[in-house]
């Protein structure tokens, strides 16, 4: 628990020097619970810990949301086709999750999207029954928000007529619907959810460290006590050992590789984890008119075409995925197959000349007997393989909560002591208290500041609270009020921010995740490289030879990147990905000679 003198910001900033006493910390003391990963799942796991008193540290061995939690749908939602398929105890978990989120937990970062399911045409008779079908399944999902969501915050579904639906959406082709009915779900920037999970955990003691590679673990007898790691910031420094009465490895796609670590001892798997490829593409808003998402049915899944600010968000796929999990890699087949689907309904069909940005994440599925990862679980478990060590993986982004609680759960036992239940159902991120104030204040928090309420607004919903912060920042450097080179979208403040209280350590941190650069310029980012790299390094003490190392990483990134998607299949496109260097060091994901996807060490 932090100091009573400390304010909460203070200690959940997460600043380089408190890297270097996180550090410290992690030789020096023995933890309760040490987490594994630093995703949407492991940065939940910390807090849910850090809340309930116990003594406990996180490391990642790149950075916060690095993996699959950055590269989602970027949905808060109950799974509407979870109904279809009857699977409501999931419907209802994810629904009472949505709640949550978007009125008290995280209420400046989870807002509402309205979407359509548009109806096909099809002759009278399958029309009643197509309305009456798809009409019944959105209002159960707004009867289970409304009834078991413990918090609705959103607004309930409408049936529309075919003019009232191109009225909502104008790019949908007449002839191919006869109405819509439009139902709304939660939106959330992704990385930034992860972030403030991460900085909330610190905030209540937990040790945060990124760059820290798990190599192996430590054991005593038959038990896990520890972890061995390895500081990727300082390659020279030896490895270090971590203690910690319970180890939790909240590793997503990498969960069965935490086994294959202790298989020395003979240690069988607690579980079996398959990725499945899922790609999005981003695209202007001007490409598509319309005041709503979409939701469309395909052979194999569901492909949403999703309002993100100034553009549209269209995936996914759902594929098996067996090549390099670190960098997992779009193809031109993966880019074609979403133009397809979502041209059938799109009145100006979309090119890849329309393509903004491209991103593709692997989805951590627990393995079963179906052949097609889109039939595999959504369900998560958790499994003690080895005394000591916990392995939780599966589930969905929206159900993150669920899982960490789960594990600290069982953590909680292994302990022993008094029982200490679960609170984050209760438990605001930072910048979430006092946001909906600020909203309503936004004019008055412009005019005080000397800036346009649109800035504030930009602010507010990506720091909530924490905005005053950055206007302070602001005041105080001129210069930081400017626009990025390149993203006028964002502001120089938010890249410094990002170094001084957001963990961010390299480039690639800032223009991929603290903020979506990334993906929503033509350029991928390359025209900010050199403007963030300066204010970034202003705040980290980099010299000229690592500001042009850390734009030379970034560069190379993209280009590979693009060459990529431009391969016909999955494997000429994983070829092109790994070509550029991690700037981190780490090795790569396959041993020399070895088949596809077999690890080196273990990626968190």
């Known amino acids: ?153 959103m607004p309930l579904h ?24 439009r139902y709304y779900d939660g939106q959330m920037d992704d990385a930034r959810l992860v972030v403030n999970l991460a900085r909330t955990a610190a905030s209540l003691g937990a040790a945060v460290v990124t760059s820290a590679r798990v190599t192996g673990f430590l054991r005593e007898a038959r038990q896990v006590v520890g972890v061995r790691v390895r500081d990727l910031e300082s390659p020279d420094q030896p490895e270090f050992e971590v203690r910690a009465k319970t180890v939790v490895a909240a590793t997503g796609v990498w969960s069965d590789d935490m086994s294959e670590m202790l298989r020395d001892v003979g240690l069988r798997p607690g579980l079996r984890v398959r990725a499945s490829k899922g790609v999005h593409l981003v695209v202007p808003r001007s490409a598509i008119t319309g005041e709503a998402g979409l939701i469309l049915r395909t052979a194999t899944s569901v492909l949403f075409v999703l309002p993100w600010g100034g553009h549209w968000i269209i995936g996914t796929t759902d594929t098996d995925w067996q090549l390099d999990r670190s960098h ?136 909530g609270t924490l905005t005053v912060h950055l206007l302070a920042m602001m005041a105080a450097e001129p210069e930081l009020a400017e626009p990025l080179a390149g993203s006028p979208e964002y502001l120089a403040v938010e890249v410094a921010y990002a170094a001084l209280a957001e963990g961010a350590l390299h480039l690639d941190d800032v223009l991929t995740r603290r903020t979506r650069i990334s993906i929503e310029t033509t350029h991928r980012g390359t025209e900010s490289a050199e403007h963030a790299a300066r204010v970034m390094g202003a705040v980290l003490g980099w010299d000229e030879t690592i500001r042009a190392r850390e734009v030379e990483h970034y560069l190379a990134r993209v280009a590979a990147e693009r060459q990529s998607q431009t391969m016909p299949d999955d494997l000429t496109a994983d070829a092109a990905r790994i070509g550029a260097p991690d700037v981190r060091g780490l090795a790569g994901d396959r041993l020399p000679g070895e088949g596809k996807g077999d690890l080196l060490e273990v990626e968190l």
Do not use: C
């Open 328 to 463: 997992p890699a779009a193809s031109a087949r993966d880019i074609r197959y979403l133009l397809d689907q979502v041209n059938t309904v799109l009145d100006r069909p979309l090119t890849t000349d329309d393509i903004e940005g491209v991103y593709a994440g692997l989805r951590p599925l627990l393995s079963g007997e179906a052949d097609s990862t889109s039939k595999l679980s959504r369900e998560h478990a958790v499994v003690e393989p080895m005394l000591g060590l916990l392995l939780v993986a599966g589930g969905k982004y929206t159900t993150y909560r669920v899982m960490a609680a789960d594990v600290i759960d069982v953590a909680v036992r292994r302990l022993g002591g008094p029982a200490r239940p679960s609170i984050t159902d209760q438990l605001p991120l930072l910048g979430a208290d006092g946001y909906a104030a600020a909203w309503r204040d936004r004019q008055d928090m412009a005019r005080r500041h000397g800036v346009t309420t649109g800035v504030v607004e930009h602010l507010l919903e990506r720091y």
């Open 158 to 181: 409408r049936h529309l007529t075919r003019d009232g639906a191109r009225h909502l959406f104008p790019s949908l082709r007449a002839e191919k619907i006869t109405g819509a009915i």
């Open 1 to 153: 628990m932090r100091e009573p003198s400390v304010s909460r910001f203070t200690a959940g900033r997460l600043s380089p020097i408190r890297r270097t006493a996180d550090l410290r910390r992690l030789r020096d003391e023995e933890f309760d619970v040490l987490v594994v990963g630093g995703g949407v799942t492991g940065a939940g796991a910390a807090l849910d810990a850090a809340s309930r008193g116990l003594k406990v540290a996180l490391v990642e061995a790149r950075d916060f949301a690095a993996g699959t939690s950055s590269r989602s749908s970027k949905l808060i939602h109950g799974g509407l086709r979870y109904l279809e398929q009857l699977e409501l105890h999931l419907v209802h978990e994810a629904l009472t999750e949505r709640g949550l989120l978007a009125t008290r937990i995280a209420p400046h970062l989870v807002r509402p999207v309205p979407i359509l399911v548009p109806l096909p045409t099809a002759n009278p008779a399958m029309r009643v029954w197509q309305r009456a079908y798809y009409g019944l399944g959105v209002a159960a999902y707004d009867v289970f928000a409304g009834v078991f969501g413990g918090g609705r915050g």
